[in-house]
């Protein structure tokens, strides 16, 4: 008795942490990655300060196949629905790859397809004191030429900003470029798409002439 008592209270569980995200009508979940192919789905994590898992997901939608991520707040008993549209206004397809969660942090990551392959990894974190979730990291990598590709990272909590050049034949990475550039205010993906929260982000943060940095000396 007791045997079938513990596996109804572990579906239970099963059902419940299921339970939790709702996917909106018109969209499917994404279980293989368009870039990697590798298994995507749910993942769930201490996001929030309830300490109740949350849930995290990427879905598309089957109308105009447009990807966007789903994060389930426990504490607010709600789901942010986060469009990954593209820079382009549908110019350029997007190839998103599996979600990463490192502690109470979540990182989604996609690619452009184009003339150049463009790659966004944002790390966002829940900010407890305006119960939002706050954008805390930035990275992008765009492929200048067919030996060189520009590699920015930006940390929004510290204001800290590198510039990189990864040598594609060599598979070397030269520092070019430090900044600091702390942001007054916090930036929150709510009421905003991956397009806005990129041009928000770089609005921010003075980015450098490209063909300067090129030019100048290694440091």
């Known amino acids: 008795m007791k045997k079938y008592f513990a596996i109804i209270i572990m579906l239970m569980g099963i059902n419940i942490s299921f339970a939790q995200i709702k996917i909106p009508n018109g969209y499917t979940i994404v279980t293989d990655s368009p870039a990697s192919g590798k298994t995507m789905g749910e993942v769930s994590l201490y996001f929030d300060t309830d300490k109740i898992k949350d849930t995290a997901v990427i879905v598309q939608s089957d109308e105009n196949y447009e990807y966007a991520l789903l994060i389930y707040l426990s504490s607010l008993n709600k789901t942010i629905h986060f469009s990954l549209g593209d820079r382009y206004g549908g110019e350029f397809s997007l190839y998103p790859v599996p979600l990463k969660i490192r502690k109470n942090v979540i990182e989604y990551c996609y690619f452009e397809d184009g003339t150049a392959?463009?790659?966004?990894?944002?790390?966002?974190?829940?900010?407890?004191?305006?119960?939002?979730?706050?954008?805390?990291?930035?990275?992008?990598?765009?492929?200048?030429?067919?030996?060189?590709?520009?590699?920015?990272?930006?940390?929004?909590?510290?204001?800290?900003?590198?510039?990189?050049?990864?040598?594609?034949?060599?598979?070397?990475?030269?520092?070019?470029?430090?900044?600091?550039?702390?942001?007054?205010?916090?930036?929150?993906?709510?009421?905003?798409?991956?397009?806005?929260?990129?041009?928000?982000?770089?609005?921010?943060?003075?980015?450098?002439?490209?063909?300067k940095i090129l030019q100048r000396p290694q440091l």
Do not use: C
């Open 117 to 211: 392959r463009f790659m966004h990894r944002v790390k966002l974190r829940y900010n407890p004191k305006k119960q939002k979730v706050q954008t805390i990291g930035y990275d992008t990598s765009e492929r200048l030429n067919p030996e060189t590709e520009l590699q920015t990272s930006m940390n929004l909590l510290t204001g800290k900003y590198l510039i990189r050049l990864f040598d594609i034949e060599k598979q070397t990475t030269k520092e070019w470029a430090r900044f600091d550039k702390r942001l007054q205010q916090p930036i929150f993906i709510e009421n905003k798409t991956s397009f806005s929260l990129y041009e928000t982000v770089f609005e921010k943060v003075v980015v450098p002439d490209v063909d």
